[in-house]
């Protein structure tokens, strides 16, 4: 079992910056692929960002990619999203999720065994 619990939303301009963190517990859970959804209010789970154990293979969605990054600290079992030049429409919850796989599905929400509670990042314009 792994549990997740996030950190470091808030509410920020268009154009600054936020970092999320996820921590992580459990046996194995430095072991695990982690990432990051958001979710809009009405739209679907939406992918962000993956890394995979090592932290050495990230994928970005497109409309991230450039302004994200996803990276892990395994020695304090925590997942980090760095979000720079954050637009409007990048309002959302924002959720970390784990798995003990990385595959080629790694976009995919149903992929993840194990998600936080999420946490609301508001971008004003």
């Known amino acids: 079992q792994v549990q997740l619990v996030e950190s470091g939303g808030g509410l920020v301009q268009a154009g600054g910056s936020l970092r999320l963190s996820c921590a992580a517990s459990?046996?194995?859970?430095?072991?695990?692929?982690m990432a990051w959804f958001r979710q809009a209010p009405g739209k679907d789970r939406e992918f962000v960002a993956a890394i995979n154990w090592s932290g050495g293979i990230p994928n970005y969605a497109d409309s991230v990619k450039g302004r994200f990054t996803v990276s892990r600290d395994n020695a304090k079992n925590t997942e980090y999203l760095q979000m720079n030049s954050l637009k409007p429409e990048d309002t959302a919850v924002y959720y970390c999720a784990a798995s003990p796989y990385y595959s080629g599905n790694y976009n995919r929400p149903r992929s993840y065994n194990y998600w936080g509670q999420g946490t609301q990042v508001t971008v004003s314009s």
């Open positions: 459990g046996r194995t859970s430095s072991s695990y692929a």
